[in-house]
């Protein structure tokens, strides 16, 4: 599926690891990624479990959004061959008119990483990465983590309201700021204390 997105992934899971175990003042522990690094940090935890830990920030299609909800940038748009040839496969382009038929989709790659940490950061405005996409993929891959006995979003749970932080210190968490396609300075903040949480 994302070939492209894979290889950087893991790429940084084995000689980025390695390099960094050598050096005293960086952590191999733990992956953050935003867009299409989210995507590629998502993928590397998933590939190499020596990451304990993986911050996926607005990472959408491809990423941890549904492709199955076939919003905002679906997989129409994002596997284009004259947009983002080298992020994909080919033949993911193929999948672009029969989503429903794919055999598998996001929230089986974000259940893949339990019982790991895993939070999915999304914004309220960045309807192209589809927020709600990524949030209905932590609720579906929630079963997962707590047949681990971690925590995760209830089958039930409602998307919460930008700023809510009630799912951020799950396991598999889930937050969503105000705003658009960004990283701010305030979710380092959250960020760092969710590492400071699990590791």
């Known amino acids: 599926m994302t070939r492209s997105s894979t290889i950087p992934g893991c790429a940084s899971g084995r000689s980025g690891t390695a390099r960094v175990k050598r050096s005293k003042r960086i952590s191999p522990r733990r992956s953050v990624g935003a867009s299409r690094l989210g995507k590629t940090v998502l993928w590397a935890g998933i590939h190499d479990p020596r990451f304990k830990m993986v911050i996926a920030s607005i990472s959408g299609e491809g990423g941890a959004a549904l492709a199955r909800r076939n919003y905002g940038e679906a997989i129409r748009h994002i596997s284009d061959p004259s947009r983002y040839l080298y992020q994909f496969a080919p033949n993911y382009h193929g999948w672009a008119d029969k989503v429903d038929a794919m055999p598998i989709d996001a929230h089986m790659l974000v259940a893949l990483m339990a019982p790991r940490p895993l939070l999915l950061q999304a914004r309220s405005t960045d309807y192209w990465s589809d927020p709600k996409g990524e949030f209905l993929s932590a609720v579906a891959a929630s079963p997962v983590y707590r047949l681990f006995g971690e925590t995760a979003p209830a089958p039930n749970a409602a998307i919460p309201a930008a700023g809510d932080k009630s799912l ?27 590492m400071q949480k699990y590791l």
């Open 168 to 194: 951020l210190m799950n396991h598999l968490g889930y937050y969503m700021h105000e705003g658009g396609h960004t990283v701010l300075p305030e979710d380092w903040k959250l960020f760092i204390g969710y």
